[in-house]
């Protein structure tokens, strides 16, 4: 209790010699031509202004309307008519002169408008001091105030360490609330007590240091970082947009490019089959040639050239497959007008003639002998009929049946998404072919269908008085597709065999 008493002294200590400070501070108003005689000093000048009637007040008139004397005094503090000062020199410093004149009026404007000059520049002087001394006073009233709560702060931190002292210390003898000598007064106590209220206060200081950081950090990045949170999703959204539309440009310039070699093919195609029509008119043929008109041919035995038929077959249980042959192979067998692979079976269909051996119908492995000639060097319709039942198969020469038969590959259906290529015969899927089993000459007007047909359907194709195209594959110019220098040729086969 000591401490605090000596704390609440230092702090009334500080506040008069504050007063002091500001009544220090402030220059005489007076001007040297209104200074009393005589160097009268501050007492006899304050009692002469208190018995002066008129115009003169005291200085303290100027701090507000209602004529109050400034800042009240704090509680405590020694009043100053009830403990008048003595007189000597350091009260020549005060500014406790009474003014010469008081401030004007409205009713004394007129008066002090006609006054001398000098009457209106100390009437100005006079105002600006006391406006200066209102501020101070402000100013120190606040500071009186701040000064006020730190003590409060510090007497409640005392309360707190003396609260917080070991129990030992608090049951060492009757506690004392008066200042006398005693167990608390002892020099050890005294010293582990400001070495408490050092490590407090520390303690105080960092805490109060590290508080705005915490504060900062715990508070601000919640909402700093909902914002970021925001717009991340938002740019993840657009870089979804992005990227899928990315790739749908990507996918249609793929569908553009793989359109356009399509195209490009057909367009090429169209204008082998114009130079072909233009080869025509040039020898004289003037006749419409339909788009079906056309002929594969294949000029020397090898294993590369041949044509593609680029159209899958469905699974098949019955077919007719007819097309018109001109051979060149002058006696040494037809080789393979046709063959169908599918994935695991190389010999799906095939029409084969090797060496001197008669032409074959080979279906699933399963060999048909077809008692067929081609060997004059001349246009010949051929046919083959089979059905899965029983294995049955007819074969026609120029619309003649020659012979038929039964148990070729019987219950047995066609496999579908295989491949058909015209002139060669496969032995893996879509490959690996043998110049000596190769088709050496034309052929035109292959089609395909999916059932037998009559023998009176076979005789209208062989005689071109009934022409008819495969339901399944028809013989069409943008169906089939040449390779490696077997030549696509406009050709109207029953034309081009009256000429031959």
Request: with cysteine; net charge negative.
């Amino acid at each position: 209790m000591k401490f605090l008493a000596v704390l609440l002294a230092a702090g009334m200590l500080a506040f008069l010699g504050a007063v002091i400070c500001i009544i220090a501070s402030v220059p005489l108003a007076a001007s040297p031509a209104r200074a009393l005689p005589g160097g009268a000093d501050n007492a006899s000048v304050a009692s002469g202004a208190a018995a002066s009637p008129g115009p003169q007040r005291s200085l303290s008139a100027l701090h507000g309307a209602g004529g109050s004397a400034g800042p009240p005094a704090l509680p405590g503090a020694p009043a100053a008519s009830a403990h008048p000062l003595p007189p000597g020199p350091l009260f020549s410093r005060f500014l406790c002169t009474p003014l010469a004149a008081a401030c004007p009026s409205e009713a004394q404007q007129g008066d002090a408008a006609g006054a001398a000059p000098g009457e209106r520049e100390e009437l100005l002087l006079l105002q600006n001091t006391a406006e200066q001394l209102r501020q101070t006073a402000l100013q120190q009233e606040a500071r009186i105030r701040a000064d006020q709560d730190t003590i409060r702060e510090l007497t409640g931190k005392l309360g707190r360490c003396e609260s917080g002292l070991p129990r030992g210390l608090q049951g060492a003898g009757p506690r004392r609330d008066t200042m006398a000598d005693g167990p608390w007064d002892s020099p050890a106590l005294i010293l582990e007590l400001e070495d408490a209220v050092r490590a407090l206060r520390d303690r105080i200081d960092r805490l109060e240091q590290e508080l705005p950081a915490r504060v900062n950090l715990s508070a601000a990045p919640a909402p700093v970082s909902a914002v970021p949170t925001g717009l991340h999703s938002k740019m993840d959204q657009l870089e979804g947009q992005l990227l899928a539309q990315v790739l749908a440009l990507e996918k249609e310039r793929a569908a553009l490019s793989h359109s356009s070699r399509r195209q490009r093919q057909e367009v090429e195609k169209e204008l082998d089959v114009l130079q072909g029509r233009v080869a025509e008119l040039e020898h004289g043929s003037s006749a419409y040639s339909p788009p079906d008109a056309f002929k594969i041919s294949i000029p020397i035995r090898n294993n590369y050239m041949y044509a593609r038929v680029r159209k899958a077959l469905p699974e098949l249980y019955a077919f007719t497959a007819c097309m018109w042959l001109r051979s060149r192979s002058s006696g040494t067998g037809q080789g393979t007008p046709f063959s169908y692979s599918v994935p695991g079976q190389a010999n799906e269909i095939v029409l084969l003639e090797a060496g001197h051996e008669p032409m074959e119908l080979l279906i699933n492995d399963k060999v048909a002998q077809l008692p067929l000639s081609l060997k004059d060097n001349d246009w010949h319709h051929i046919c083959v009929a089979w059905t899965t039942r029983d294995g049955l198969w007819s074969a026609y020469q120029d619309g003649e049946l020659q012979g038929s038969g039964e148990n070729l590959a019987a219950w047995h259906p066609i496999k579908p998404h295989g491949i058909l290529i015209l002139g060669q015969e496969q032995d893996t899927l879509g490959g690996r072919f043998d110049a000596t089993q190769a088709f050496v000459g034309d052929i035109a007007q292959f089609n395909l269908w999916d059932h037998a047909l009559t023998p009176a359907q076979v005789l209208g194709i062989a005689n071109c008085t009934a022409p008819l195209l495969g339901n399944i594959l028809p013989w069409e110019d943008k169906l089939v597709e040449a390779f490696g220098g077997a030549t696509k040729a406009a050709f109207d086969v029953c034309k081009g065999r009256a000429k031959a």
